[in-house]
């Protein structure tokens, strides 16, 4: 872990070098180039300042933190939709019918466009998310949930995969089906605590506004321009359902695309 770690720590800081040999400051598209920038600006005495220590540590926490739970979603929904064709059907329908014919791009403008494509997020979420426990918690005091006696300092973890299967809360919930989400106003935005796939509170995800865009543009891109099925000799039923074991859930799937 000790190697890992120092070898990212060298690629981050090789970045930050090439950046500065580049010398562009103000992009705002680059974030290494957004940060240095912060570094250099004057700042009130009260409002946090961005100093150089601060570089590395924020980039590993996008990389580290920002791309496995994305990663790992979009897989999810691929093999959702690879298990439910005519939602695979329907998606790529609305989004082709909604971005129209002959796009050479899809771009950050596009996205949210596709009313359908969130719910299919939201139910990919519900029944695959990405940190199945969310972060620890500890509490603060002696509390009493249910009957039980909770004492003060007691490590909880809050069971997000559960939820989104538990049938006091959900119709039918080891069904994929995002139309629940239809005509409901349940978001994954912290508020609904069936839903939480960015946790809630002052702990929540802060990455959550980026990672759905990412998430969004990336699937319109992948099922705007191509078609996907499983590889010759595969079935539907094949396709292996069980997690892995880590508490920042894995997945790989194998799909064959065909360029329209
Ligand atoms: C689909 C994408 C993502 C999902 C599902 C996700 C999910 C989560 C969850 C469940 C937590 C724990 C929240 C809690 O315990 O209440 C978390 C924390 C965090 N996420 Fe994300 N995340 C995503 C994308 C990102 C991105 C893009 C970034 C950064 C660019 C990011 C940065 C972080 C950080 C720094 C924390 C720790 C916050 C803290 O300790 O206070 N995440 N995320």
Redesign the pocket.
Known sequence: MNKAFSNLTNFFQHVIDEQLQIGQLHDESNLVSTMLDMINKPTKLSSFKITSDHLIPMMS??VL??VN??TV?MIWIMIELTRHPKVMKKLQEEIRTTLGSNKERITEEDVQKVEYLNLVIKET?RLH???PL??SRETMSDIEIQGYHIPKNTHIKINTYTIGRDPKCWTNPDEFNPERFSNTSINYKGQHYELL?????R??????N???T??ELGLLNILYFFDWSLPNGMNIEDIDMEEDEDSNVTKTLELVPTLL
Not at 197 to 201: E, T, W
């Open positions: 926490d996008v933190a920002g739970a994305g979603t979420f998310p990405p940190s969310l972060l796939p960015f946790g809630a509170g702990r929540s995800c802060p990455g959550m980026l990672g759905i990412i998430l």
